[in-house]
């Protein structure tokens, strides 16, 4: 499903909504509320929100488990940092238990080591079923999504719930969850905007199939639902 704004700030409100919905029907039905959390600049204003009247009394944050869909293998003090941004916009600023946040980063490890203790983890909380309540996530330019980039091995991954691999364009070290893991969640929530993602956007939902080349194509949960929150400017090639 795909709902158009006028612009970053509506859209932020109805993700915010959104978020909160998911988040109460999760606590209600199940006691927990199990969240991976993306990056970038895309999700800040929904993230200051949240920390906001009136969102953030309207979640029993005690309840809340954070993840992460991917990460720059960078130290959580660095700016790079997913989960630097996340604890700077919205974590730090809400009665959410520390042993309850799982950032996608450890030192003294490898992220190919981490990667398989990240799975681990995940089995730990969900057991063999891997099914989020609501996974976040971006788009890039080139369609890419999580850390799925274009033209690499990782689009392939059918087994593995998380990979760690090195992204040679940028010089540095990715872990994501992969496709297979994210399109077992119960909701999926694109936050997309800008006219940079016009093209991108168009060819994710009415191109040919090309996965290789626009990664978020690859996100098509079996009985999950996707939305998308886009604005005007990256919308002006699907409407």
């Not at 005690?62 to 630097?84: H, I």
């Not at 016009?198 to 994710?204: F, I, Q, R």
């Given at each position: 499903?795909?709902?158009?704004?006028?612009?970053?700030?509506?859209?932020?409100?109805?993700?915010?909504?959104?978020?909160?919905?998911?988040?109460?029907?999760?606590?209600?039905?199940?006691?927990?509320?199990?969240?991976?959390?993306?990056?970038?600049?895309?999700?800040?204003?929904?993230?200051?929100?949240?920390?906001?009247?009136?969102?953030?009394?309207?979640?029993?944050?005690?309840?809340?488990?954070?993840?992460?869909?991917?990460?720059?293998?960078?130290?959580?003090?660095?700016?790079?940092?997913?989960?630097?941004?996340?604890?700077?916009?919205?974590?730090?600023?809400?009665?959410?238990?520390?042993n309850q946040i799982f950032?996608?980063?450890?030192?003294?490890?490898?992220?190919?080591?981490?990667?398989?203790?990240?799975?681990?983890?995940?089995?730990?909380?969900?057991?063999?079923?891997?099914?989020?309540?609501?996974?976040?996530?971006?788009?890039?330019?080139?369609?890419?999504?999580?850390?799925?980039?274009?033209?690499t091995a990782v689009l392939?991954?059918?087994?593995?719930?998380?990979?760690?691999?090195?992204?040679?364009?940028?010089?540095?070290?990715?872990?994501?969850?992969?496709?297979?893991?994210?399109?077992?969640?119960?909701?999926?929530?694109?936050?997309?905007?800008?006219?940079?993602?016009?093209?991108?956007?168009?060819?994710?939902?009415?191109?040919?199939?090309?996965?290789?080349?626009?990664?978020?194509?690859?996100?098509?949960?079996?009985?999950?639902?996707?939305?998308?929150?886009?604005?005007?400017?990256?919308?002006?090639?699907?409407?």
């Amino acid at each position: 499903m795909i709902n158009v704004f006028k612009d970053i700030d509506t859209l932020s409100k109805s993700a915010a909504e959104h978020f909160v919905q998911i988040a109460q029907h999760a606590i209600e039905s199940s006691g927990r509320f199990s969240v991976a959390l993306t990056g970038g600049s895309s999700p800040i204003q929904l993230y200051h929100l949240l920390a906001e009247q009136p969102y953030v009394e309207q979640i029993d944050w005690t309840k809340v488990f954070v993840f992460w869909g991917d990460e720059r293998w960078v130290p959580l003090t660095d700016d790079k940092s997913n989960a630097k941004m996340a604890f700077e916009t919205l974590l730090d600023h809400v009665p959410i238990p520390k042993n309850q946040i799982f950032p996608m980063w450890k030192a003294n490890t490898t992220p190919e080591v981490y990667a398989l203790e990240y799975e681990q983890l995940l089995q730990t909380h969900f057991g063999t079923n891997p099914q989020f309540d609501l996974i976040l996530l971006g788009m890039g330019e080139d369609g890419h999504t999580a850390s799925l980039f274009p033209n690499t091995a990782v689009l392939k991954e059918k087994k593995k719930w998380v990979e760690a691999y090195y992204l040679e364009p940028q010089q540095m070290y990715r872990i994501t969850l992969t496709a297979p893991l994210i399109n077992q969640a119960k909701v999926i929530a694109f936050i997309t905007y800008g006219k940079g993602k016009a093209k991108a956007l168009y060819e994710v939902l009415h191109g040919e199939p090309n996965p290789s080349q626009y990664p978020s194509q690859l996100i098509r949960p079996a009985q999950g639902e996707v939305y998308w929150f886009v604005d005007e400017a990256a919308a002006n090639r699907v409407r």
